[in-house]
């Protein structure tokens, strides 16, 4: 037997992973839904593919439930899979239907295609998108906008931040604060890390698990606590500041929060901020005015 005492902390991970494969997809009962105000200040997710609305969605979430924000899920596509289009916008629908987020298609269907290479060889596709999107916007006028940052690998999570930047250019008078997301590829220089409750993941992942399909194929959300954890290692120097005192956060995820205003963005603060739980998410972004 080994002497090793990290051998069953190893272990465990693995345990709980093998475990997670027995997990239910859906049919979990709902939390109850927060009552917003009639003039609820409204927040953006653009999500390139379903099931992005959950894995980004710390913020988001704390930002519902905690601060009467609406949160607004809008699918900029449903994959590049068309047979699986369809059910994928039906997992789309159980999942923000259980977490408490309304959900908008940019188009029925989805975009196709957003990626750089659109943007380079069909500019009247890529115009045609971005006109879309720039309507959508003009509709919410949303106080923040998520979307994924500029180097986030995936080539439609590159490309809806290029459509997002490039669909703002056309509404020089908006005041939003963006918040750029990651998943695939670390962001270089985030400025906001948020705490979420152990039961803040868990509904996330309750949330998640409608997209059947997806994980059946890569059971990624078996991952995402993990890479929650991995976000306060990361983040407690990167936007804390080198070697600054780590927080006794269990679960976070990044962001980088600017403000866009007279047609252009700038740094929505100096330095990093820590959002830990129990802090108000509204008032540390938009605060109410006097």
Known sequence: MSQNPYLEYARSFRRLAVE?????????????????????????????????????????????????????????????????????LNELQGACDWIGFELQEIIPGGLECVTLQTRKN??????????????????WSPRAVFFPHATDWNGTHVGVHFLTEDALLRRPKADTLLIETEYWGQM?????????????????????????????????????????????????????????????????????????????ASPAWEGGKLLPSGGDSREALFPRKA
Request: hydrophobic fraction near 35%.
């Open 20 to 88: 997670g494969r027995d997990l239910p997809f859906g049919g979990i009962p709902k939390p109850e839904k927060p009552k917003l105000d009639d003039d609820a200040p409204v927040a953006l997710i653009l999500s390139p593919h379903p099931d992005d609305e959950c894995v980004i969605g710390g913020l988001a979430l704390r930002l519902l439930r905690e601060s009467g924000v609406r949160i607004v899920n809008v699918a900029v596509t449903l994959g590049s899979n068309r047979a699986r289009q369809q059910e994928r």
């Open 122 to 139: 069909d500019p009247k596709q890529w115009e045609r998108s971005v006109d879309r999107l720039r309507e959508i916007l003009d509709q």
């Open 188 to 264: 270089p220089s985030p400025n906001l890390m948020v705490e979420n409750t152990p039961e803040e993941v868990g509904d996330l992942l309750a949330a998640l698990s409608h997209h059947e399909g997806e994980l059946k194929r890569n059971a990624f959300h078996l991952g995402l606590p993990a890479w929650m954890q991995d976000n306060v290692r990361l983040g407690s120097e990167v936007v804390g500041g080198q070697g600054a005192e780590a927080p006794d956060f269990a679960f976070a995820t990044l962001y980088r929060v600017s403000r866009w205003a007279n047609g252009r």
